[in-house]
């Protein structure tokens, strides 16, 4: 594959995702070349570094665009569920961007250990671009709040699902 790496915090997360940072105007034809389909903008449109004209750009392109606006202080449950709603419904390869790859790499670790990852593989994931419960950012503490709760939450299903009494078709099959 054809990766942009000279874009901010570019990151791929399998041959269907990719993660950066804020992408400039340069940068969107970049994209092409790693067939992206469509781009999901954490950014709030009034953010001082969001790209002007970024959805017609792309558009121009033959890439989607939408946009999920979620405030880098304020992370809420319903930003998070619309990351999920538009992650799972929009076309791919989808390229998920913000200004500086941190609130798209949180939404990750969750939406990771949700997928059944283990915290560990999910965690390493999330700190090649950052570590919100070690950042100095005076906006990062609600960030580090909700990847202390995403783990937790995480850790208490894994302990409430048996997992010895979970039987596959395989298993069945093999039985017989």
């Known amino acids: 594959m054809n990766d942009p790496e000279h874009i901010r915090a570019w990151q791929r997360l399998s041959s269907e995702i990719t993660t950066s940072g804020m992408l400039a105007e340069r940068n969107l034809r970049d994209l092409i070349g790693t067939r992206i389909k469509h781009v999901l903008d954490l950014t709030p449109a009034d953010h001082p570094e969001a790209l002007p004209g970024e ?9 989607g665009y939408t946009r999920v606006e979620v405030p880098f202080a304020e992370p809420q449950e319903e930003h998070y569920a619309a990351f999920v709603r538009a992650v799972e419904g929009l076309p791919r390869p989808l390229h998920v961007h913000c200004v500086a790859n941190h609130r798209v790499s949180a939404f990750f670790y969750r939406y990771h250990l ?15 671009q950052w570590e919100p419960g070690r950042s100095d950012h005076p906006t990062a503490a609600p960030w580090g709040q ?31």
């Not at 949700?114 to 090649?128: D, F, I, K, P, V």
């Open 55 to 63: 959805e017609h750009g792309l558009r121009l392109l033959g890439i």
């Open 146 to 176: 909700f990847v202390r709760e995403a783990r937790l939450a995480s850790e208490r299903r894994r302990k409430v699902r048996p997992t010895s009494s979970i039987r596959t078709q395989m298993d069945e099959t093999d039985a017989i």
């Open 114 to 128: 949700e997928c059944g990852w283990n915290e560990q593989e999910a965690r390493a994931l999330m700190a090649q």
